[in-house]
């Protein structure tokens, strides 16, 4: 687009103007501005003839604006030809040649007067001034206005560049919002700030409307739900929008962390506060939710089939859904008034539910989330929640559907709206206010919480798996997203979600809490699933369960004690063999078991039933000090400061826990300091410790600057989950760089200027 604007400029005039000037006058200019394009412009426009484009431009112009029939009949003939669906070549033909035409600024002039309104033209005047006018009139106008906007839209679309254009140009955000106000052309404006958005870098201020939040508590439950396909990208960062899974490594990590907010960070922050500002507006996005629980078991469009068997019918519905009665079916979903019959506006408002689980996540993820939990919660998230589960379909059968991103692609509507509901749960549970997490389990499972509590321990390694008194209990949130876990596909996308559900659900939760978990069958499944991936069928679901697994144990002498009578002395081996073989997907719960054994020795001192060392294959399995040199060594090869990120910084950590564990023992640092010879003796028997040297002093350095040079969660983060002050692992970390010696002066340097002054 940038190239067709250069070289639309170097004729200096309108194109339109001079070609029909040409065909007019008869008197072709010495050079034609149409023999200046691009040739692969020529070539792409063709077919379409370049001097009744001209022609057709300059009718749309000279077309009388108070002749309101004529001008919608020529906007409805342009829209016909661009608005095609699906748009086909000739289609984007068209539209590019109308766009080399400036048929875009001469649509902007007939939709929005940039030099003033016209006095007497209805289509200009404010809607105090359109009241005055007739009924005819005033339709006229939004039918003109509504098809220049979905007209905008289509080229904005087709012609990459255009909603660049048209966000440059000053005021012209301001107006769309002004027809965004006005029901009869919401649905269009917003589509058209939808599309420009999204083709650019940046967002819009929603700060900045005049009485905005009058005009989000004045939508309808429809406009709303509609209106967070626009907030879907305002309140959320675009490059973490357009490319999630990209992951920043290294130096470019580190300088991200570092770097000041930047405005578009602000810009969201501000817009995440407004909604959160604006009275009931929170309560209002959830209570939408209710519709995505509509109908069970099946999609919105197979129910739309199934309730119309023919066009007829479904034409009739239409008719009578013209009423302005939204609310009300929002009201009959979300407090459950009977059996509800199939509503069109049910399922018109089921289609918008992936940006409006979407638009509550992102709150829940906010600056304020506390506060947003709090008023979810007392809103009826919970119940939400339960009624989502219920409906859903997790195991449905393969479906023909659309490739959205490419022929592996399993992406479709459905399977969006699952993500983005195991996000809001997984934002919900990281929250770490552990009298909300409660609220994830039925109440009749606190009770059996509480009765676990009371009760004395059993023998160890003689824990019942899965006891009767489970079995018949409602269920809350978080064991039916086990179920689901357990029975869903091994290399499903869900079950990641899910994992990480778990996992924060269990992060310096109630100790009772991993037990009924473990109880439930998800210590079996996941002791089945490990095992199983020795053959290399699931390996993508290692990882998963892993992790899921190293927070199910850690710190439970119970859950523990269940794992040992589980896995048989050759099952131990076997299972142990696939943890020290896939160290980089299983690091994590070795972490774990480690920090779980210094736990329970801590504990030992003052404890009346010191933990059983002696008769736990996991203590004796990590407390050899051999097999902790060999674990190391192979940690810090699968890592090095050019690969370092966010998803594989746990390897650096589990290697500093080794020596941060060491120096707790009662020799202390020399203790600490043995252990590195060890480490080094084996590593220069092989001569790999020059290597190893410089790996770990760089990765030290990289650390230094993650953790301890900035504030943030990371710190936070490091602590809750290892249960270990910052301050120790900091020490450690000083403590390794004294046994490795002075860094090359390469190293230092290059984090140095990372490092805030």
Not at 509 to 520: C, I, M, N, Y
Not at 625 to 636: A, T
């Given at each position: 687009m940038d190239l067709l604007r250069a070289n639309l400029s170097r004729t200096r005039s309108n194109l339109a103007l001079t070609v029909a000037h040409a065909e007019m006058t008869g008197r072709r200019v010495f050079r034609s501005p149409i023999d200046d394009l691009p040739a692969g412009v020529m070539s792409r426009i063709g077919h379409v003839d370049t001097f009744s484009m001209p022609k057709f431009v300059m009718k749309l112009r000279r077309t009388d604006r108070t002749d309101l029939k004529k001008l919608k009949k020529t906007i409805a003939n342009l829209a016909q030809k661009i608005c095609e669906y699906p748009a086909t070549d000739a289609t984007k033909a068209f539209s590019e040649a109308f766009v080399l035409f400036h048929g875009v600024e001469t649509l902007l002039e007939v939709l929005w007067c940039k030099a003033g309104r016209p006095e007497g033209l209805p289509l200009y005047k404010t809607d105090d001034e359109m009241a005055h006018e007739t009924p005819a009139t005033r339709r006229a106008v939004h039918v003109i206005q509504g098809e220049i906007l979905a007209i905008l839209r289509e080229i904005s679309f087709m012609n990459p560049g255009i909603g660049g254009f048209l966000s440059s140009i000053p005021g012209f955000f301001d107006f769309l919002f002004t027809l965004v106000k006005r029901p009869e052309t919401f649905d269009n404006a917003v589509s058209l700030i939808e599309e420009i958005i999204a083709s650019g870098d940046d967002v819009y201020d929603l700060t900045i409307i005049p009485d905005v939040k009058e005009m989000l508590q004045r939508f309808s439950a429809k406009q709303l739900a509609f209106f967070c396909r626009l907030l879907a990208l305002i309140c959320y960062e675009p490059e973490r929008a357009r490319d999630p899974d990209r992951v920043i490594k290294s130096l470019e990590l580190l300088k991200s962390k570092s770097a000041p907010p930047s405005t578009v960070k602000q810009i969201v922050a501000r817009n995440c506060a407004l909604l959160m500002d604006t009275p009931g507006l929170l309560e209002r996005f959830l209570k939408l939710c209710y519709v995505g629980n509509y109908p069970g078991g099946t999609t919105w469009t197979e129910s739309l089939q199934g309730a119309f068997s023919n066009p007829a019918e479904l034409l009739e519905m239409l008719v009578g859904e013209d009423r302005d009665d939204w609310e009300d079916v929002v009201l009959e979903l979300a407090y459950d008034l009977g059996e509800t019959p199939v509503s069109l506006k049910m399922?018109?408002?089921a289609t918008y539910q992936v940006e409006v689980v979407f638009t509550l996540s992102t709150l829940l993820s906010g600056n304020r989330k506390l506060e947003a939990q709090r008023r979810l919660v007392d809103a009826g998230l919970i119940d939400v929640m339960c009624r989502f589960l219920d409906k859903v379909t997790w195991q449905a059968a393969d479906v023909d559907h659309e490739k959205l991103h490419g022929p592996r692609c399993e992406c479709n509507p459905e399977s969006a709206l699952k993500t983005q509901f195991l996000r809001l749960v997984l934002n919900y549970c990281e929250c770490q206010e552990a009298s909300y997490k409660r609220m994830l389990l039925s109440q009749e499972e606190l009770d059996y919480v509480a009765a676990l509590r009371a009760r004395s321990a059993a023998p160890f390694g003689k824990a019942q798996a899965e006891p009767d008194k489970l079995i018949g209990l409602r269920k809350g949130v978080m064991t039916k997203l086990v179920h689901v876990f357990i029975y869903e596909n091994p290399e499903s996308s869900f079950r990641y979600w899910i994992g990480s559900c778990m996992e924060?659900?269990?992060?310096?939760?109630?100790?009772?809490?991993?037990?009924?978990?473990?109880?439930?069958?998800?210590?079996?499944?996941?002791?089945?699933?490990?095992?199983?991936?020795?053959?290399?069928?699931?390996?993508?679901?290692?990882?998963?369960?892993?992790?899921?697994?190293a927070e199910l144990l850690k710190g439970s002498r119970e859950v523990f004690s269940m794992f040992n009578a589980m896995l048989p002395p050759s099952e131990f081996q076997r299972f142990m063999t696939i943890i020290l073989n896939n160290l980089v997907d299983s690091n994590v719960f070795y972490r774990a078991l480690m920090l779980s054994m210094a736990r329970f020795q801590a504990a030992a001192a003052t404890s009346a039933e010191p933990y059983?060392?002696?008769?736990?294959?996991?203590?004796?399995?990590?407390?050899?000090?051999?097999?902790?040199?060999?674990?190391?060594?192979?940690?810090?090869?699968?890592?090095?400061?050019?690969?370092?990120?966010q998803e594989n910084i746990c390897v650096l950590n589990s290697t500093i826990l080794f020596f941060l564990l060491a120096a707790r023992q009662s020799g202390g640092r020399k203790s600490a300091e043995d252990?590195?010879?060890?480490?080094?003796?084996?590593?220069?028997?092989?001569?790999?410790?020059?290597?190893?040297?410089?790996?770990?002093?760089?990765?030290?350095?990289?650390?230094?600057?993650?953790?301890?040079?900035?504030?943030?969660?990371?710190?936070?983060?490091?602590?809750?989950?290892?249960?270990?002050?910052?301050?120790?692992?900091?020490?450690?970390?000083?403590?390794?760089?004294g046994f490795l010696g002075p860094a090359d002066a390469s190293i230092v340097e290059a984090f140095d200027a990372l490092k805030f002054q």
């Open positions: 399922l018109t408002l924060a659900f269990l992060l310096n939760g109630d100790p009772e809490w991993q037990l009924l978990l473990a109880q439930s069958g998800l210590l079996s499944y996941l002791i089945r699933q490990i095992l199983h991936s020795a053959d290399g069928s699931a390996t993508t679901a290692l990882q998963t369960a892993c992790d899921s697994l059983p060392f002696a008769e736990c294959q996991v203590a004796k399995f990590v407390a050899s000090e051999e097999r902790s040199v060999s674990v190391l060594c192979s940690l810090q090869e699968s890592v090095t400061v050019a690969d370092i990120s252990f590195y010879e060890l480490v080094r003796l084996r590593l220069e028997a092989s001569a790999k410790f020059d290597k190893f040297r410089t790996n770990l002093m760089s990765l030290l350095e990289f650390w230094k600057v993650y953790y301890r040079e900035r504030e943030g969660k990371e710190k936070q983060n490091l602590e809750r989950s290892s249960q270990i002050p910052f301050q120790e692992w900091d020490d450690t970390v000083r403590m390794i760089s």
